[in-house]
């Protein structure tokens, strides 16, 4: 209850209060004329949206997943402003620039150059502020050979790196990013997330909805999930994607035992998921004040939705300031690869710990078989080392003091 | 008061969005020759092609005689490109203006921006590329002698043809996302619309029991202050009255219609 009083008080960057979008659907086109004419109705209402309420405050990003046709589309149209609601409103305080589709509005006759000057216009710059920007949005979409040839020359891949590259230009208060993430080779995939990250670091608003899990972990601090059209659960993202990934296996397995499921996962893109880091004692309580030299646990759990998938695991403890002090991986120990499948958890005992007093947190992390690629990264909550001994640096290193020269002396 | 600030707003948008509509415009203008050898010839080339064909038809074969008093000329192709021009823009405008919404449906659905844009461009771009060919247009009356004071209502007449078509699109564009059916007869809609407006004949030849259905046409008034002001040089103030609340009626109409039926664009494209 308490958080509800809290959020009217604060600043939100979105406020979207009791959103619901229903549609006429019309037999045939005739009857829409008709229902005008007559004003007597001739079309049944399907409601792709119903009471959807939510704030996002500024700096904080939200991530919108649910199976195809929840209504996230529907949602995201809605919060750009190019559809308005049927009842319900949304309050956007800051500039907005949404990426529900790049390239939107390219001309294939002109140049990529010429482009980027209306498709920024069209997301609000001024011919001044694309000037500046133009060498930027050149460079990052990496098509400096081919800028000048008209953009029907272009493959998709190159049409979307460009749009993206405008879109995110616009340096918006508020981004709001539909699924168009997942095309575009890896290499781009990975600057587009580096980007993403970027402007989430820099305290704008994002909003974006995906399929892909690995994604909305990596950016957003707080989930919606959407089942048709309502908000099925809304809080924290690793309680509302655990939620979701285990919703959807429970569809899997129905349809597996031949039982009639109303939805079904297809648009989910496999992937495992280290939902928690945890450091815990011996007798696996969680613990967050470590004693020099005790037997601490690194505990974390993961989640293979979809098909088993074969992997690494590495773990590794740091600084608060990112230093790395000691790593390690089921590879390089020279253990077989992990079979990932549903719920797991999986242990780094360390007999003795021999750290130095100090703050540090432990760092997961889940790669493919070859350990080339990383699926998941997560970080555990920092925990304290009471040092035993008053030493300088991070680790306890073995010694001892001698004077050689002074007991020739003594004797 | 909340119609005032819709029609306020058609004034302010462009302004306020000078560089969308700016890159609207240029994307209109180049993107139609962008591909094409000719460029901009076309643009002369159609009204010289339908004046070839017309003084044939009806200099040559039919033997039409105007007669100078009535008409200022005793040229056909004068007095025809007189008609001819204007004609021409404000058909451009309304055959394109079916698919002013309907061919951006990708663009509407996927970005917030001033959907006013998108008639006002319809409007201005036609003009513009006739408006070459009836600069030369002037420039040949001037070499024949037929400059007149007059000509300074010239601008107004103008504005107000813009105004009326503006209007037109507006109501045709936004229609047309409704009833797609309206895009497959507005070709015939605009040919038997030109032969009922006195561009190849003048008024006086009408039979009198038919002529009350040549005034009845809106672009009768249009066509008859650009034949006056240019050959005549003269100007009724009646027809500029009548033209103008034309012009305003019809402008207040479409932005009402364009108010109510704008929200459900994106939901029907």
């Known amino acids: 209850m308490d958080s509800v009083k809290d959020r009217t008080e604060i600043l939100t960057a979105i406020d979207a209060q009791h959103l619901t979008k229903a549609y006429r659907v019309y037999r045939k086109p005739f009857d829409r004329l008709r229902e005008a004419v007559t004003r007597r109705s001739c079309h049944e209402r399907f409601e792709a949206l119903s009471d959807v309420s939510f704030q996002v405050a500024p700096g904080d990003s939200l991530g919108i997943i649910g199976e195809n046709g929840a209504g996230k589309s529907t949602l995201l149209k809605i919060l750009a402003g190019t559809v308005r609601p049927t009842s319900g409103k949304v309050e956007r305080r800051g500039r907005v620039s949404a990426l529900l589709e790049l390239g939107s509005g390219f001309h294939p006759e002109f140049s990529g150059r010429e482009n980027i000057y209306l498709n920024a216009a069209l997301l609000g710059l001024s011919e001044r502020e694309v000037k500046e920007r133009e060498s930027d949005i050149i460079s990052f979409s990496g098509l400096e050979d081919v800028i000048d040839r008209p953009v029907k020359t272009y493959s998709s891949g190159m049409y979307m790196r460009l749009g993206f590259a405008i879109a995110t230009s616009v340096d918006p208060e508020i981004l709001i990013v539909d699924e168009a993430l997942s095309v575009g080779d890896q290499r781009f995939q990975q600057k587009c997330v580096e980007r993403m990250v970027g402007f989430s670091r820099s305290s704008k608003t994002i909003i974006v909805c995906s399929h892909s899990m690995y994604l909305i972990n990596e950016l957003c601090a707080k989930t919606l999930w959407l089942c048709n059209g309502r908000v099925r659960s809304y809080g924290m993202t690793a309680a509302v994607i655990s939620e979701y990934l285990a919703y959807l296996e429970g569809c899997i397995q129905d349809e597996g035992t031949g039982a009639v499921s109303g939805s079904s996962a297809d648009g989910f893109v496999p992937e495992i998921l280290i939902e928690d880091v945890q450091i815990t004692d011996a007798e696996r309580k969680p613990i967050v004040n470590l004693e020099q030299f005790q037997t601490a646990v690194v505990q974390i759990r993961t989640r293979c939705s979809g098909f088993p998938l074969r992997g690494h695991v590495s773990i590794g403890f740091e600084l608060a300031d990112g230093r790395q002090i000691f790593g390690t991986t089921t590879k390089i120990s020279g253990l077989d690869f992990v079979e990932f499948a549903g719920e797991q958890f999986i242990e780094l005992v360390i007999a003795s710990i021999p750290i130095l007093g100090g703050e540090y947190r432990a760092k997961a992390m889940v790669g493919d078989e070859h350990a080339l690629r990383k699926i998941d990264e997560r970080y555990s909550a920092s925990f304290v080392v009471r040092g035993k001994h008053p030493e300088i640096g991070i680790v306890w290193i073995d010694h001892q003091w001698r004077f050689p020269d002074e007991s020739e002396a003594g004797c | ?269």
Not at chain 2, 21 to 27: I, S, Y
């Open chain 2, 1 to 269: 008061m909340n119609l005032f600030r819709q029609i306020k707003r058609w004034i302010e948008v462009p302004f306020r969005f000078r560089t969308l509509f700016q890159g609207f415009l240029n994307n209109e203008i180049r993107g139609r020759f962008a591909g094409s050898v000719g460029g901009f010839v076309w643009s002369l080339l159609t009204p010289l092609a339908n004046l070839f064909i017309y003084i044939f038809v009806f200099s040559a074969v039919l033997d039409i005689r105007l007669k100078p008093m009535e008409t200022g000329t005793d040229s056909f192709a004068v007095f025809f490109l007189a008609g001819m021009l204007p004609w021409l823009a404000f058909s451009e405008a309304l055959s394109t203006s079916t698919d002013l919404f309907l061919g951006r449906a990708n663009l509407i659905t996927k970005v917030a921006f001033p959907l006013e844009l998108l008639p006002l461009t319809g409007v201005i771009v036609p003009f513009f590329l006739n408006g070459l060919g009836f600069l030369m247009y002037l420039g040949y009356l001037v070499f024949e002698g037929y400059a007149h004071y007059c000509w300074v209502w010239l601008p107004v007449v103008i504005g107000l043809h813009m105004i009326f078509t503006l209007g037109l699109i507006i109501f045709i564009s936004s229609l047309s996302v409704f009833l797609r059916d309206i895009k497959h007869f507005i070709g015939v809609v605009i040919s038997l619309w030109f032969f009922l407006t006195p561009i190849i004949y003048t008024v006086n030849m009408v039979p009198e029991k038919y002529r009350w259905l040549i005034t009845l046409n809106p672009m009768y008034p249009f066509i008859e202050l650009y034949h006056q002001v240019l050959l005549l040089g003269s100007l009724s103030w009646s027809l500029l009255g009548y033209s103008s609340a034309l012009s305003a009626v019809l402008f207040i109409g479409g932005v009402v219609f364009f108010e109510r039926s704008k929200y459900a664009f994106a939901d029907v494209l």
